[in-house]
């Protein structure tokens, strides 16, 4: 029989010393909390009038568009809770990056969001205190990423042998969403938000390897970022927001520019041309981090192009990725890194080459 929380269970024991009632007791509130000061935001036009705990919650908000969109995160091909490096996942990070990625999809198609369900499996031997902090991250991810009216409305909690999370997000569109099909030849292709950090964290955290927690801290400044990068991404979502009505085509970054352009490509029928001079900035910041991991890594080679593959191919940011008119401004926050033509429709070149890495394919990735 399982112990109560009124035995000697604290928040440091496993959730597989309580019973389900009791887990969300821990969790749940935390969630309330932010949907009253979400509710609470200027210019919210959502009301949650059931929120957690019945079969369905219930918003109500005028007559609008909804966009709906859901990403999984699964331990071991999303993340690890302990990295070769020694680093760790935390219940806040996972929290963290769920939410993001799935704001990332909902300001992608001009929307704001305005709120989350939460699917998470856990195996038994992880400590309340965890979802606890992956409660918070979630929460965080939605007040520091922009979408401070984005509510948590509710989800599913079940025991499995790894940690799987699955979010879906709720958004409602101010003007027409904008999808990938929308990019017209001549258009400008611009990035908004980071590029290429948090696949140069991962390949630290998978990388290198056996820090002590002293070593872990000390690494140099553009290491522990980019780690920070792959940990809790930050989208930009108010940019994103301001394209709305200037954009012809927007989709976040997921797979990487090269990948992604290739589906507003496809979506679109135009062919994308990036040009890896108008990347050299990303590039830059990156060649300390490749250089950092070549002395360093026994199993993977590391050279000054690594930078270029992170920027150009790695996934997981979560910048915005946008078509717009030549003859405009291009909004806050984008910057110009190739166009549209008619030459080849459906079709990625980088300098003018059909690229030889794609980017990130779950399927396809070892
Ligand atoms: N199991 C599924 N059932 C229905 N549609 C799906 C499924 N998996 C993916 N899709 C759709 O395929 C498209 C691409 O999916 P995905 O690559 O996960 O999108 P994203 O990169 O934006 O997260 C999306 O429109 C998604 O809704
Ligand atoms: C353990 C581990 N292996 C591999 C990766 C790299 N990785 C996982 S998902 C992904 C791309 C993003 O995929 P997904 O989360 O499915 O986003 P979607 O395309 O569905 O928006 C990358 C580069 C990782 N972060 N962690
Ligand atoms: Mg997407």
Redesign the pocket.
């Known amino acids: 029989m399982k112990s109560s929380a009124h035995s000697a269970a604290t928040f440091a024991s496993p959730v597989g010393k309580f019973s389900e009632s009791e887990i969300l007791q821990a969790f749940v509130p935390l969630l309330e909390e932010h949907n009253r000061w979400a509710g609470a935001q200027p210019g919210n036009l959502v009301e949650m009038t059931v929120g957690p705990g019945d079969d369905c919650s219930v918003l109500s908000m005028p007559a609008s568009q909804l966009v709906f969109t859901t990403?999984?995160?699964t331990?071991?091909?999303?993340?690890?809770r302990q990295w070769n490096s020694g680093d760790t996942t935390t219940g806040y990070d996972v929290g963290w990056k769920a939410a993001t990625?799935n704001l990332?999809?909902v300001v992608s198609m001009g929307a704001e969001p305005i709120t989350l369900l939460v699917s998470l499996s856990t195996p038994p031997d992880i400590p309340l205190q965890w979802l606890k902090d992956f409660a918070r991250g979630l929460t965080d991810s939605c007040r520091k990423n922009g979408a401070e009216r984005c509510s948590i409305s509710g989800g599913d909690l079940g025991a499995s042998t790894e940690i799987s999370v699955t979010v879906t997000a709720v958004g409602r569109c101010a003007g027409a969403p904008l999808l990938r099909s929308g990019a017209q030849v001549g258009d400008v292709v611009a990035i908004a938000g980071e590029l290429g950090t948090?696949?140069a964290g991962?390949a630290v955290m998978?990388y290198s390897q056996g820090f002590s927690i002293d070593d872990l801290e000390n690494r140099p400044g553009h290491i522990l970022r980019a780690v920070q990068a792959?940990q809790r991404p930050q989208t930009p979502m108010r940019n994103a927001l301001q394209a709305v009505g200037v954009a012809h085509a927007m989709m976040?970054i997921?797979?990487?520019p090269v990948r992604d352009a290739q589906r507003i490509a496809q979506a679109s029928k135009v062919s994308i041309h990036l040009e890896t001079e108008l990347f050299r900035a990303d590039i830059a910041q990156l060649e300390p981090v490749a250089d950092w991991l070549t002395a360093r890594s026994q199993t993977q080679e590391f050279s000054l192009s690594t930078a270029t593959r992170w920027v150009l191919s790695?996934?997981?940011n979560h910048g915005m990725l946008a078509c717009f008119p030549a003859d405009t401004p291009l909004p806050k926050g984008f910057r110009a890194v190739g166009r549209c033509e008619r030459t080849h429709p459906d079709s990625v070149f980088v300098d003018g080459k059909v690229p030889s890495d794609k980017g990130?394919d779950?399927f396809l990735?070892e």
Request: proline content about 0%; hydrophobic content about 25%; cysteine-free.
């Open positions: 990403d999984t995160q331990e071991g091909q999303d993340f690890r990625q990332a999809d948090a696949a991962f998978e792959q976040d997921s797979d990487g790695g996934g997981e990130w779950h990735a």
